[in-house]
């Protein structure tokens, strides 16, 4: 049972005071009961403006009430009372940027010490209610550890009680669980960004479990047979939305299509609970935008990421928020990536926007990320100035920045690569079939990757050999949520197609134009168009100079293609 009481905290207080001014010996069995309810709202108001000391005052003037005997349901508003102090969902603002489990875990506690003494229905909710949004703080606060015994404690609760309140509970535990833990049931990456570990595939691809009660898509699936009442649907749309984080991994586009319908369905179906269940949305969105990143299909990229944006606006959350700048940032990747500066330019105004509005750690991260896609893109597409200025911008952000190290690694590795952009000496580039380390600017001619990892604004480059195909990892994160899961980390490889080939066949076209002859002259000269070696001057210093320079421009362009990100978002947003 919530607080559903609709007075001002104002209200609340006097009508507490009035009924204190009265002897306690004096007062009839209606003023119990009015001031009974008045501690369980005026505490619940209290937490939700996070005035907690407050809230711990009123809960323990109950526990007070309770103690003097006389009104056994006071045991009842006590309990709803502890659980009300556990809400992690609905004070997604409070904890957008922090939260303390142990206090939220230590109010479950005294809920289950009265389930213990009356193991009876009515504490019984409420304490499904509290374990819940237990597994929620943990998971918000990087304590996945904790989550699998709760769940546990949440199910034997259900096999004692099962009524459609401690089903509810028991679905949402399960669609926290699956954000937080991932199908393989082990930590997936931050909250709101959940996106996987750094060894993309592993677990991702492995078989579901056929246990009911390991698969959460399954147990929630069968929770909703069972009791097919909103509440209860609102938790299966949770444990869809969760489950899209393994079929990103997988870049499973249609898997996560067909969960946004099936959700869709469930809020079309039960409308009082519309937006109890919408409200997962933006996390299986924001997974279909990076599953198309993925897959290479802009289309669905643009379809998704706008689909986040809509729900974000009509949620206005910080959760909504985490996984709107997950599918903005792919957006963004996206145009940058095909040299549609401008494109991109808007969508990294939307992420500027975002990270001005949140005092969230993850919006820096996507922010920054867009922001060197950008100034490579600038310096792809020769464009000095604008790529002088993004340089220096981001030199700017990484200023008190967790990864400033990583990130001004990255600039001096643009710096290197294209000094002529730059005014800089070429004092790194490479030979033509080497590869470059864009984290330090070093060249090895035997090497097949060039990697430049950042741990926040970190991209991973991936050149192999052979490959004529670009490939760009990025990783999320809540997040992060998050919802809302934010969380979130995974690694998204995307094959984005024509763009490497036409360099690396530029890069050959320009190799084969600058050989003497008619391509097939010797050491000493050729019969068949005339040449000689004699009749070539030797290049000049300045043309060495440039022709060095083209040839580490050329290598910037194949290298820089497309990016891997390798390591997960830190926990920082609220969930779902």
Partial sequence: ?????????????????????????????????????????????????????????????????????????????????????????????LYATAIDPDRIEAYRGRIEDLYDRRSEPAIAAPLARATAETIHANGKGDRRDRIGPLLDRLEAVYDAHSEPDVAASLVRAHAHGELYLGADGEGDGPDDVPFGRDEAAGAADAPPETDARSDRVARAEELFRAHPDGEVAAGLAGVLAGRTNADAKRTDVEAIEERIGRIEALADRYPAQEESIVRWLPVATANAARAGFDAADVSRVEHWAGETADHHERLSTPSSATWAAVAT????RASFFDADAAAGEAKLERLEALEERYENPVFAHWLGRAMFDAARCYVETERPERARSMVEDLSEFAVGHQDREEIEAGLDALRSHAPHLFDEADGAAGKSGGSVDVATGSTEETAEQADATTESVGVTDEREGKSTAARADAVTAETADPSDGSDADVSAEADLGASAPRKEEAADDDADADLPGCGNCGEDGCGNCGSDEDLRPPASGPELAAAGAVVAFVGLSVAYTLYRAQRAVRNAVGGS
Avoid: K, Q, W
């Fill in 1 to 93: 049972m919530v607080s559903s009481d609709t007075r001002s905290v104002g209200e609340l207080e006097r009508c507490v005071e009035a009924i204190d001014a009265t002897a306690p010996a004096e007062r009839d069995a209606d003023d119990r009961a009015r001031l009974t309810d008045a501690l369980v709202a005026l505490a619940d108001a209290y937490g939700e403006r996070g005035e907690f000391d407050a809230e711990a005052e009123m809960i323990a003037r109950l526990d007070r009430l309770r103690g003097r005997g006389g009104a056994d349901d006071v045991d009842v508003h006590l309990a709803n009372a502890l659980a009300n102090a556990t809400s992690v969902r609905d004070r997604d603002d």
């Fill in 329 to 332: 940032f792919f957006s963004a």
